[in-house]
């Protein structure tokens, strides 16, 4: 095997349809990309859902001396929270509770918010309700016997599923992961049959070099390998584009996201890494099954 | 080296034979004219040959191998001893005569030491001394087919197959063409050379297979191009 000669054919062929190459490239940069965006979001949605499930599930807004609820009747007295605390803490479903004071309450909200100081400007320490967090042990199936336990009770203010609240989140990332999935698996279809035909017209420019080398009995590894490596390359080179976006998506988009949503759940650079790598492996064996496929057609005994 | 046992051809969608139960074989080291009007069956009786076809009925056995038996695999080493040249050369424009002659080595995998050792003694051979670096379009046609036969027989075949080689070339040029093909028939090598140049094959006075509608109608050891059978 002269992989000199080899490479000089890769090279050769990859010039004589630059229009169909740079094209090629684009289409499967952009749709390993997608794809890899897609399983970005997974991993985002992954996270965040575990890191969530091991907080708090549900909130019990307790009165203040302001409160709109006319369920309210002035702030909660020492004896109702003591009455709830101990209604919650008995309940088997219960796995702890924790109280929030107003203070506690109004330090978290100054951090949340660290970010909106005009924001936090606005709000007093009396306007933050203070709260029992509860953490249930299956927070799916005993929601609402917890919620309905203590929701009208005296002192209650308002209780609050988190899960509720996150769902809506996760509905809105779930929906990003598929928009980009589908597109993504469009930009795939596109991309097998740019690399067929790419490697069609390849297979065409050369055919008078092709029929000579079968002539004089080049093996048919040997006459196809050039443009089984010249699609395998051009792969490589979409994915090396792909993993630039990719690095761009994780650094721009999905670390912007979760500012927005001011939680502290990052994917970590070997997340990252994963998916290139996944991605690489789509690239090199799409290109270079459909190139292989291709050839079988094109390039006969 | 070349047995053809009872060899019927019919294209697909195509009711007349391309051959007909022929039944011939050549020897090594034999010279033989195939004759005959276009359409009588002389490409594809090369085509059989290099395994580019297969027959519809009869058996082929080329250089000891039936043809039958040979898997897709081992064609590639089959054509490795067979030569050919065409009445077009074939040859690749954007290479040099040398470049044009080492491809045919440099696809088999033979090492360079080899390639740079054997293409001038063969371009010697075809008597293209000095043209190493010509391309193709700076050469006349009898030149360019010198190079194609260089390039067919860089690799020592056992058979030289050649189709109408001095079919788009004139008279006196086509005199040195068959010079270089004795030349290499003298070295060993069965050549079996398709034309309707029947002043050539009156001049060499060999071996002469006529075909008509895939039939061999004659076969004569000194024969001339139009003798009546």
């Known amino acids: 095997m002269r992989s000199n000669f080899v490479f000089q054919e890769i090279w050769v062929g990859l010039r004589r349809n630059l229009t169909m190459t740079v094209a090629l490239v684009v289409v499967v940069a952009i749709s390993l990309s997608l794809l890899g965006t897609g399983l970005l979001f997974v991993k985002q949605v992954d996270s965040t859902r575990t890191y969530w499930q091991s907080k708090v599930q549900i909130s019990v807004y307790l009165c203040t001396a302001d409160s709109a609820n006319s369920a309210c009747k002035g702030a909660v007295t020492p004896a109702q929270q003591a009455q709830l605390q101990q209604t919650l803490t008995s309940m088997p479903q219960v796995e702890n509770v924790a109280y929030v004071s107003q203070a506690q309450a109004y330090a978290l909200f100054k951090q949340d918010f660290s970010n909106d100081q005009s924001y936090v400007s606005t709000v007093k320490e009396s306007d933050m309700p203070p709260s029992f967090e509860v953490k249930l042990r299956n927070p799916e199936a005993d929601y609402q016997i917890v919620s309905s336990a203590v929701s009208g009770a005296p002192g209650v203010d308002s209780v609050i599923d988190e899960e509720t609240i996150l769902t809506k989140f996760y509905r809105l990332l779930d929906g990003a992961r598929n928009a980009v999935v589908v597109v993504a698996l469009i930009l795939i279809v596109a991309a097998i049959l740019l690399v067929a035909n790419t490697i069609r017209l390849s297979a065409f420019n050369r055919r008078r070099e092709t029929g000579i080398m079968r002539l004089v009995g080049a093996s048919n590894f040997y006459i196809q390998l050039p443009f089984l490596l010249e699609g395998v390359l051009a792969g490589l080179l979409g994915w090396v584009l792909s993993a630039a976006l990719l690095i761009g998506v994780k650094s721009l988009l999905l670390n912007n996201l979760q500012q927005y949503f001011s939680y502290n759940v990052g994917l970590s650079a070997s997340d990252l890494v994963e998916v290139i790598v996944l991605a690489m492996c789509v690239g090199v064996l799409l290109c270079g099954v459909t190139s292989f496929l291709t050839l079988r057609r094109y390039l006969r005994v | 080296m070349i047995n053809f046992d009872n060899v019927t051809k019919i294209y697909p969608n195509q009711n007349r034979a391309a051959l007909e139960n022929v039944d011939l074989a050549v020897n090594k080291g034999e010279f033989v004219f195939l004759v005959g009007p276009s359409g009588s069956g002389k490409s594809t009786f090369l085509r059989l040959i290099l395994k580019e076809e297969r027959p519809s009925e009869g058996r082929i056995h080329v250089a000891g191998k039936d043809l039958a038996r040979l898997t897709n695999w081992n064609v590639p080493k089959l054509r490795r001893r067979i030569g050919c040249v065409f009445q077009d050369f074939r040859l690749l424009p954007n ?37 190493h670096e010509r391309m193709p379009d700076e050469l006349s046609g009898g030149e360019q087919q010198r190079v194609a036969m260089a390039r067919a027989f860089v690799n020592r075949p056992m058979i030289l197959l050649a189709d109408e080689p001095t079919g788009n070339i004139d008279p006196a040029t086509s005199i040195g063409i068959m010079k270089v093909l004795d030349r290499i028939n003298r070295t060993g090598t069965t050549v079996v050379m398709a034309t309707h140049d029947a002043a050539i094959v009156d001049s060499m006075r060999k071996r002469v297979i006529e075909l008509e509608y895939g039939k061999v109608v004659r076969d004569q050891v000194r024969g001339v191009y139009g003798q009546a059978y």
Do not use: H, M, S, T
């Open chain 2, 95 to 131: 290479k040099n005569v040398y470049q044009n002659v080492a491809f045919a080595l440099e696809v088999i995998g033979k090492p360079r030491r080899f390639i740079r050792r054997v293409v001038p003694e063969v371009i010697d051979l075809v008597g293209l001394e000095g043209k």
